[in-house]
């Protein structure tokens, strides 16, 4: 049984990144699709495309690379842990790496980007870090 399927998806997003893979598979939930698309959005991802397969679905994610062939994602970090739930305000989450990461937080509003939540002035758990 997986506890934490958020910190599975990006430990296989790491690894396909690593074995310069252009193709992985995901287990599908709407918060690791919002993640996806927060990701394909930034620009450290190509695309995805949600797969169903009866009742069972699953995310094909495209993986991006640079002209040198090297994984466009320098590192993703799960932030958030089932042991540890971190917080942050408004205030917290204004900028990663100087702007040049992301974090991902999940908000009242859904789950978002920092700049985005910045904007809309609120806080909340920090997903993960990627830059």
Not at 15 to 34: F, G
Not at 65 to 88: A, C, F, T
Request: hydrophobic residues 35%; aromatic residues 6%; positive net charge.
């Amino acid at each position: 049984m997986m506890t934490d399927m958020i910190a599975d998806s990006l430990t296989r997003i790491r690894n396909a990144a690593q074995r310069r893979l252009d193709v992985t598979t995901l287990l599908h939930s709407k918060s690791i699709e919002a993640i996806v698309s927060i990701l394909v959005e930034k620009g450290y991802l190509e695309s995805f495309k949600v797969k169903e397969d009866g009742v069972k679905k699953t995310i094909k994610v495209v993986l991006k690379y640079d002209d040198n062939g090297s994984s466009v994602i320098n590192e993703m970090k799960k932030i958030s842990k089932p042991g540890r739930r971190v917080h942050q305000a408004k205030d917290a989450i204004r900028t990663f790496k100087n702007g040049y990461g992301t974090l991902v937080v999940s908000t009242s509003q859904g789950v978002l980007p920092n700049d985005e939540a910045f904007k809309r002035g609120i806080g909340g758990e920090v997903i993960c870090s990627i830059w």
